[in-house]
């Protein structure tokens, strides 16, 4: 089910934040059809700004540098009308969760590591930001907290497939509208 906190003014951008392969990129695409909205994917803009992918990237100048860059390119964001899938670490930087909560309604795509983990083959192709060693268990111990701590609106989607996700989605934004 979806949990959700007060707002304390509207926003106009819809951003969704979790752990890798949980449908970031899948349902935000789905959300800005639904609401006539542009779509931005953070990691294609880090990919665009570096020259190369994620994975690349970070074996070349690691994962805090990535981490970094991910902030810099989140904190460049100006937009409207407009939903934001975030890269998982995205909640490593403060000042970038507060632009991206300035900038719209911040929205915690939640499903267990234990689902998310078959669709994840490799994390170091996939370019996850974490140390070299770490689990996807580990670094969801780490993330969702934090995730949990940013969201206005906390959606849980196991068992859902896109369209009920999308459905459940529009329903918990309407309630704070």
Partial sequence: MSQSKPLGDERENIVLIGMPGVGKSTLGVLLAKALGYDFVDTDLLIQRRAGETLATYMQSQGYLALRQLEARVILDLSCHATVIATGGSAVYSANAMDHLASLGVVV???????????????????????????????????????????????????GLDSNQALIALLGSLSSIA
Avoid: F, K
């Avoid at 996850?128 to 780490?142: H, K, R």
């Fill in 108 to 158: 915690y795509l939640r499903c267990p590591v234990e689902t998310l983990v078959p669709r994840i083959a490799n994390m170091a192709d996939r370019g996850i930001a974490a140390p070299a060693g770490q689990t996807l268990e580990d670094v969801a111990s780490e993330r969702v907290p934090l995730y949990e701590d940013y969201a206005h609106i906390t959606l849980d989607t196991q």
